[in-house]
């Protein structure tokens, strides 16, 4: 388990390769993080995660899972689309500043409903307001991604990555903490891309 310790002495770039490597063992069906009741033990009295992940609330995307990372070892803010807020921007300053995680993964993943009913502009209920995040995204596209709708693989695709990659982005620029930290080589930020069909995930920066 991740001690305080122990969290203080991984590096940023230590703390991407574990999760590369739980990815790995993951995909490959070697799992080893299983023996939950015994994780909950030895948390009981603190955490200490060495990672914080923005991921989709997606059934099939459950970042401890694909990662195979063990209760305590990672902070996960979930929510449709892995967009931002000021509210998930707070809770990573927490994760990191006041916490000590070393790195942020920005998880997008494919076949996302989020982004499919952004390319559509669905209006429903809180979900139009939530679907404004990913216009920086859409601003991406252009005449060649052809046409703009959800059954546009590709298009889908090329939206949800450039929505984790300008996520990813955009953290140092919302968060002056978090700047700071990743200006003194404290903190790494990457946004990566799960495949729920292989259940691997392909890093972007
Ligand atoms: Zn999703």
Redesign the pocket.
């Known amino acids: 388990m991740f001690t305080p310790d122990r969290q203080k002495s991984i590096s940023p770039d230590e703390a991407m390769a574990r999760l590369k490597a739980g990815n790995e063992r993951f995909t490959a069906s070697k799992s080893i993080h299983c023996d939950l009741m015994a994780q909950v033990k030895q948390t009981a009295d603190n955490q200490s995660p060495y990672s914080a992940i923005v991921g ?1 609330i ?1 059934s099939r995307v459950p970042p401890e899972l694909v990662f195979d990372q063990r209760i305590g070892d990672v902070f996960c803010a979930r929510v ?2 892995a967009i931002v807020n000021t509210d998930i921007v707070g809770s990573l300053e927490y994760s990191t500043k006041v916490a000590g995680a070393k790195a942020i993964v920005v998880l997008g ?1 494919n076949f ?4 499919k009913s952004a390319v559509d502009g669905v209006k429903l209920g809180n979900i139009t307001a939530l679907l404004k995040n990913f216009q920086p995204a859409l601003a991406t596209l252009s005449k060649a991604d052809g046409h703009r709708d959800s059954h546009n693989d590709a298009l889908v695709q090329k939206v949800a990555e450039a929505s984790a990659r300008l996520t990813a982005a955009s953290l140092t620029k919302r968060s002056p903490i978090i700047k700071a930290l990743v200006d003194a080589k404290q903190l790494k930020i990457a946004a990566a891309m799960h495949d729920i069909t292989t259940g691997k995930v392909t890093w972007l920066s």
Do not use: F, K, S
């Open positions: 989709c997606d449709a689309g993943h996302c409903g989020a982004i």
